[in-house]
Structure formats: C-alpha cells, structure tokens
C-alpha cells in the first residue's frame, strides 16, 4: 500500500548525543482522504551486530551491559544479555563489527559475512524481488479482530487505510502481539487470514492440509 507523504514541520528538539526530531506531517490514501500525524523521531545512526559461535561449545558468545533505560523502567540490575554490536561512524559494517568484537569480548574475527545475504541468493526469483521480512512468531493462539464501518459510511478499503494509519504500528509495538494486519476479504468471504509456512504452497489443497489452531473473533 502506497501513501503520498507531505513533511509539514521538522522541528530539531535535541542534538546533544544523538539526533531527535519532531514531525508532523500528512498521509494521502489512494482514495485521497488526508490523515495528519505527529512523530518524534530518535536518530542514533547505522549500526551493526553479529552473532558469534563457538564451534568446540557449541554455544553462542553474548555480551552483558548496563542500560539505564532498562534501570529506569523496572530491571533492577540495569543489565541487559545483548550480541555484540555498535554503530557504524565512519566505519563499514564489516570494519565496524571487528573492532566491537575485541572490544567487547576480546574475540578477534577475521572474516565477516552477511549470512542474510548469502540466504538471499538461494530463495526464488519471486520471494527476491519482493523482499524478506523478518518477524518474531509464537505458537500461541490467534486473536482475530475484525473491524466493520456499522453505519455504511466506510468501505473495505477505508478501513484498511485507518488501520494502518492508526492502529497497526502502534499495536504491532506492544510485547508479545504477533502479525498485526492483512489484506481486506475478497465479497462474501468470511474469513481473511495470512499463513506462513516454511515451503511454497502452490494450490489451495496444500493449505487446507496445514494444522489449524482455534481462532477468537471478536467485532
């Protein structure tokens, strides 16, 4: 889903460490309705992370740091289990990445790969040009809203674009919810729900063959 975006103000609140910005600014939807949003926006620069593993213990090296916004909120040490990671500067990723590794576990590393890449490369020309996303998933059960226009004034398409102008990032940020959102029901299907499967389902027999789990409805 495309939107038109239209930055009205940029305002610069902090530039003590990092950058923090306020924006206000305007969605256009494809059927031209014009929702207004302000954003504080923390600007920390590119980073990067890695994953060390220890072959002979077959275990992975993490490191242990204090965060005082951890402290702040609750965690009473401040300390916080992390993979080894720091930000960029004027360093590449892989550069970068090196010098985070000694410093914070006293392993050196030689050669550094981007195994998402390498992933990349072996996955269906039609998966590539659309993209990876990574999500956190569970094995819980699913809690299904349904969202309906009672008065008529709304159609499928105007209540998708509210929800994800207004309900789908702010929700999606909350601990523990899972997959926020899909696409509108084709006319008169009941139900509207997106599967993620590890293979490629070619017919719709093959997704009828998938385990399925209870799921909540609620309008």
Known sequence: MSFKINVIKDKLLSDNWFVLRN??????DRRDKVIRHKREVYDRGNGATILLYNREKNSVVLTRQFRI???VNGNQ?????????????????????????IEETGYAVGKVENQLQSALRKLP????SQGVT?????????????????????DKQDIADYVASNIQ?????????????????VEKQVLNATVNAQSMLQTPE???RLPSRTILMAR
Do not use: H, W
């Open 23 to 28: 924006f206000t600014y305007e969605i256009t």
């Open 69 to 71: 916004v951890t402290y």
């Open 77 to 101: 040490s401040g300390m916080l289990i992390e993979a080894c990671a720091g930000l960029l500067d004027d360093d590449s990723p892989e550069d970068c990445i090196r010098k985070e590794v």
């Open 125 to 128: 020309q039609a998966v590539q």
């Open 134 to 154: 990574v999500n956190k998933t569970g094995d819980s059960n699913i809690l299904m809203v349904a969202f309906v226009s009672t008065d008529g004034s709304m």
């Open 169 to 185: 990032d702010p929700l999606s940020r909350i601990d523990g919810v899972g997959q926020v959102g899909g696409l509108p029901s």
């Open 206 to 208: 093959q997704s009828g």
